[in-house]
Antibody, heavy 117, light 107 residues
Framework: EVQLVESGGGLVQPGGSLRLSCAAS????????MSWVRQAPGKGLEWVSL???????NYADSVKGRFTISRDNSKNILYLQMNSLRAEDTAVYYC???????????WGRGTLVTVSS | DIQMTQSPSSVSASVGGRVTITCRAS??????LAWYQQKPGKAPKLLIY???TLQSGVPSRFSGSGSGTDFTLTISSLQPEDFATYYC?????????FGGGTQVEIK
């Protein structure tokens, strides 16, 4: 059974950093495309980043240059390093396993990131 | 970027009723469209991909259609567990983009 469990969220000051983790089970992260999607409180869904089976990555313009997606194949974990955080980055962050062409098939429960002073 | 416009933003319907949600892309995305269901406090759930392919385990009362720029999600006979917010998402090109969501409420 595919399972995704996010962790690492919390309260951080503007300009600060946070690293989110997404522990995967039931499949191999290295063999799949993986993504991060976020949802600000009371708002809709926003795609953040995607990592291909190789090391290629893609980012939304709103996070490009500040966020880095990566994975640890030995631990089967997906990461999102978030730097220079802004208030508008406040959201629940979900990791997802991509099925085909950007379709998010399986989702974790999410982890809340709050950027506030 | 491809803009995805959903309508209506909310709809009220009765149990057993039929609901149709539309999603319009700002440019041709062929059939690279997915639909998701999200309940309060929960993660989204994939319902349909490639515009009309039902995800495994999703009830057949859900159906999707369309290609190019215009798409629809239809729930043929609403069940109590279907009251939720529905999102479309284009998977044709980056950045991946979602519609604004349609909240399906009980009448």
């Amino acid at each position: 059974e595919v399972q995704l469990v996010e962790s690492g969220g919390g309260l951080v000051q503007p300009g600060g950093s946070l690293r989110l983790s997404c522990a995967a089970s039931g499949f191999t992260v290295s063999s799949n495309y993986m993504s991060w999607v976020r949802q600000a409180p009371g708002k809709g869904l926003e795609w953040v980043s995607l990592i291909y089976r190789g090391d290629s990555t893609n980012y939304a313009d709103s996070v490009k240059g500040r966020f880095t997606i990566s994975r640890d194949n030995s631990k089967n974990i997906l990461y999102l390093q978030m730097n220079s955080l802004r208030a508008e980055d406040t959201a629940v962050y979900y990791c997802a396993k991509i099925m085909i062409r950007g379709v998010n098939e399986n989702w974790g429960r999410g982890t809340l990131v709050t950027v506030s002073s | 970027d491809i803009q995805m416009t959903q309508s209506p933003s909310s709809v009220s319907a009765s149990v057993g009723g039929r609901v149709t949600i539309t999603c319009r892309a700002s440019q041709d995305i062929s059939t690279s469209l997915a639909w998701y269901q999200q309940k309060p406090g929960k993660a989204p759930k994939l319902l349909i991909y490639a515009a009309s392919t039902l995800q495994s385990g999703v009830p057949s009362r859900f159906s999707g259609s369309g290609s190019g720029t215009d798409f629809t999600l239809t729930i043929s006979s609403l069940q109590p567990e279907d009251f939720a917010t529905y999102y479309c998402q284009q998977a044709n090109s980056f950045p991946l983009t979602f519609g604004g969501g349609t909240q399906v409420e009980i009448k």
